[in-house]
């Protein structure tokens, strides 16, 4: 009986769609993924990806900095109302899917959503700015 707890659990992990196994960073990519399929495939369409703050329930719920890295990486620092760093969690998840034109750092206040401008170049999905 004991052996089939840790599969149950898995089982419930599965059916509720894996968001507990997600981090902000995470997140974020998979929005970007999800915005660069609905960015215009003619050359120089525009798109802005308004992303609904990285925090999940009980997750950075603080001020964030997020850092789209012109190499492909994506970085998020969670913060307290202090400013010192509580988490922080990267990827290069999107990567396959955008390229990031130069390096771009943002810090948001708590709840403020972060906008990435998307832009269609050389056929490519690629990130522009962000605010």
């Not at 196994?21 to 399929?37: C, K, V």
């Not at 050359?43 to 308004?50: D, P």
């Not at 190499?71 to 307290?80: E, I, K, Q, T």
């Not at 998840?93 to 943002?106: C, K």
Request: proline share 5%; charged share 20%.
């Amino acid at each position: 009986m004991t052996r089939l707890l840790p599969f149950a659990a898995l089982v419930a992990l599965a059916l509720t769609g894996c968001k507990g196994l997600t981090d902000p960073a995470t997140r974020l990519a998979g929005d970007i993924e999800q915005a660069s399929g609905d960015l215009g495939s003619d050359e120089g369409a525009r798109l802005t990806l308004v992303h609904r703050t990285p925090s999940a329930a009980g997750e950075c719920e603080g001020p964030y900095r997020v850092q789209l890295d012109d190499v492909g990486a994506l970085f998020v620092w969670c913060r307290d109302a202090r400013g010192a760093t509580v988490s922080s969690h990267s990827t290069t998840a999107h990567g396959s899917y955008v390229d990031t034109a130069r390096t771009l750092v943002v810090d948001k206040p708590a709840g403020s959503p972060l906008r990435i401008g998307l832009v269609r170049r050389n056929g490519r999905a690629t990130i522009v700015g962000a605010s």
